[in-house]
Every structure is written in structure tokens, then in C-alpha cells.
């Protein structure tokens, strides 16, 4: 089992739709988590950091449920810049990272 | 944010040649980075945690005589790619900062395409 499980998509949405991705992780232990946003042919973004009382910044949030092992990002009001490959990762150790294959997003008008 | 900055964006060699990467911290000082690689709609695979000052810790499955790493100062580490063949074609981002260095993020560098004929 991978350490950090993503549904890949793709997610087509329309304009202004609401979507949203899972994210599960196996490592009880882990201790932070993000969601990284990469463009085609570009290096991952920072997008959220994911707080145990959830997150939530403009149009996207964030949660975590520790009980489930699981990290949800939510998009409301879909823009066409939205379109990208969004990567779930999990921190374990200290600065080393664990990245989903990640769930890609297209937002068409 | 921080700045990372990866050098060359695009390199193409030919079999058996090396390559290297460079990976700097602009605006501060890493004492660790970390190489990645990224296959065609894959996600980042670590190859590797780069130490400033000592020898890198290489994940499994990675040659560490194939991917050189050195990080000689606090702002650069540098990846080579010895002896490179086709398969070695790839998406190569390295990253500093994160959690173990009390920031929250990683901070990524632009990437670097190699590409192996």
C-alpha cells in the first residue's frame, strides 16, 4: 500500500462547480500535512498547510481527520486557472516528505 | 517566500556523459535539501537528503554512486548524474526548507529536465 493514496482523476469541472479531493495517508504517526498545487511542466506550489481544525483560505479548504487518516481539499466557485495537478504530502520525519501521485483538475467554461 | 533556484533548467547529454545539477538557497541558509526526480504524470519520488557538511542519506533503491551529492555550503548542494543513460530522463527538483528546519514548507526549485540520448 502506498503511504499516501490519491484518486488521480482526472476531475473535469465546469466553471463555478465545487470539487473535492481525498487523500489518505497509512503512518498514524505522521505529524503535518499540505497540499501542493503543480502546473504542467512546473515545480509543486505550496497551496494549504492542513490544521486538525481545518483551514480554509478563500475559495479552498483543508481538513484533516486523524481518525480516518485522511486530508480533503476543497475548491468552491471553480476558476479556469484552477486547472492543475494538486499533491497531497505528508511530513513523517523531520523535512522529509511523502507526496501522493497527486489528482488532476481540469476546469473547463 | 523563500528562493530556490535550480541550475540548468534544461540539459540534454548524450549516454555515458555526466550531468550536474545545482540547487541554491537565495535568501537563506539550508542546512538540508532534498533531490527529487519526477516521471511523466507521476508525483515527486526522493531520491535523496542532502547534508550540509556530510554525506547525503540516499532513499532505497537510489545508486549513490550513480547520483553524486554534495552539499558543500549552506546555500548550495549539487547533484551529478554519472554515467547517464536513457533511463536516467527525467524531471530532477530539488527543495529545502520544511519541517525540520522550523519551516513550514518546502520551497522548491524551478527543475531541471534531463534528457539522455
Known amino acids: 500500500r502506498k503511504e499516501v493514496e490519491q484518486d488521480p482523476g482526472p476531475f473535469n469541472v465546469p466553471e463555478g462547480a465545487t470539487v473535492a479531493f481525498n487523500c489518505t495517508y497509512s503512518?498514524?504517526?505522521?505529524?503535518?500535512f499540505f497540499w501542493y498545487r503543480q502546473d504542467c511542466r512546473k515545480e509543486p506550489k505550496l497551496l494549504m498547510s492542513?490544521?486538525?481544525s481545518g483551514n480554509e483560505d478563500g475559495r479552498f479548504t483543508a481538513q484533516l481527520n486523524r481518525a480516518s487518516q485522511y486530508i480533503s481539499l476543497l475548491i468552491r466557485d471553480s476558476k479556469l486557472s484552477d486547472s492543475a495537478t494538486y499533491l497531497c504530502?505528508?511530513?513523517?520525519?523531520?523535512?522529509?516528505?511523502?507526496f501522493g501521485d497527486g489528482t488532476t483538475l481540469t476546469v473547463k467554461p | 517566500g523563500a528562493v530556490v533556484s535550480q541550475h540548468p533548467s534544461r540539459v540534454i547529454c548524450k549516454s555515458g556523459t555526466s550531468v550536474k545539477i545545482e540547487c541554491r538557497s537565495l535568501?537563506?541558509?539550508?542546512?538540508?535539501m532534498f533531490w527529487y526526480r519526477q516521471f511523466p504524470k507521476k508525483s515527486l519520488m526522493l531520491m535523496a537528503t542532502?547534508?550540509?557538511?556530510?554525506?547525503?542519506t540516499y532513499e532505497q533503491g537510489v545508486e549513490k554512486d550513480k547520483f553524486l551529492i554534495n552539499h558543500a555550503s549552506l546555500t548550495l548542494s549539487t547533484l551529478t548524474v554519472t554515467s547517464a543513460h536513457p533511463e536516467d530522463s527525467s524531471f530532477y527538483i530539488c527543495?529545502?526548507?520544511?519541517w525540520g528546519q522550523g519551516i513550514d514548507e518546502q520551497y522548491f526549485g524551478p527543475g531541471t529536465r534531463l534528457t539522455v540520448t
Open positions: 527543495s529545502a526548507g520544511g
Open positions: 503512518n498514524s504517526a505522521s505529524q503535518s
Open positions: 492542513v490544521y486538525s
Open positions: 504530502v505528508e511530513n513523517t520525519n523531520a523535512g522529509k516528505s511523502t
Open positions: 535568501d537563506f541558509q539550508a542546512t538540508t
Open positions: 542532502s547534508n550540509e557538511g556530510s554525506k547525503a
